[in-house]
Antibody, heavy 121, light 108 residues
């Protein structure tokens, strides 16, 4: 059974940093790209970033480019989202999602339950 | 970036009704359009991939159609367990793979 478990969310001050983790199980992790999607309170889903199965390619939404870095450790079956220079508009539930294929693609077949990030002073 | 526009933003229908949600892309995306179901407090779920490919375990009352820029999600007979917000998302070419703003479906 595929499982994705996000962690690392919490309360952080504007301008601060936070690292989210997503531990995966139930599939051959290195064979699949991974994605982060977020949902701000009362808003819809926003695609944030993605990384290929090898980790060699990463992509970001313009809203987070230069502030967020996505990475993965295939030996630990874990992806990360390092978030810095955080703003109020980054407040959201962050979901980790598995891509259907090795390369970065939009087809997200499994999702975690999400972790809440609150940016506030 | 490709923009995705859904309509309506919300709807209320009776059990057994046929429900249709539309999604329009700002440029052609061929058939690279997915639909997700998001129930409150749960993880989003991929319902339909590439316009019309129903995911395993998804009831056959759900169907998708369209191509180019205009797409449709249809629920042939609305059930109480279908209460959720539905999102379209393109998976055409390069990221970002943007989502529509969502359609909230309720039971009348």
């Amino acid at each position: 059974e595929v499982q994705l478990l996000e962690s690392g969310g919490g309360l952080v001050q504007p301008g601060g940093s936070l690292r989210l983790s997503c531990a995966a199980s139930g599939f051959t992790f290195s064979n699949y790209a991974m994605t982060w999607v977020r949902q701000a309170p009362g808003k819809g889903l926003e695609w944030v970033s993605a990384i290929s199965g090898t980790g060699g390619s990463t992509y970001y939404a313009d809203s987070v480019k230069g502030r967020f870095t996505m990475s993965r450790d295939n030996s630990k079956n874990t992806v990360y989202l390092q978030m810095s220079s955080l703003r109020g508009e980054d407040t959201a539930v962050y979901y980790c999602a598995k891509v259907l294929v090795l390369a970065v693609d939009g087809d997200l077949d499994y999702w975690g339950q999400g972790t809440l990030v609150t940016v506030s002073s | 970036d490709i923009q995705m526009t859904q309509s309506p933003s919300s709807l209320s229908a009776s059990v057994g009704d046929r429900v249709t949600i539309t999604c329009r892309a700002s440029q052609t995306i061929n058939k690279y359009l997915n639909w997700y179901q998001h129930k409150s407090g749960k993880a989003p779920k991929l319902l339909i991939q590439t316009t019309s490919r129903l995911q395993s375990g998804v009831p056959s009352r759900f169907s998708g159609s369209g191509s180019g820029t205009d797409f449709t999600l249809t629920v042939s007979s609305l059930q109480p367990e279908d209460v959720a917000t539905y999102y379209c998302q393109h998976s055409y070419s390069d990221p970002p793979y943007t989502f529509g703003q969502g359609t909230k479906v309720e039971i009348k």
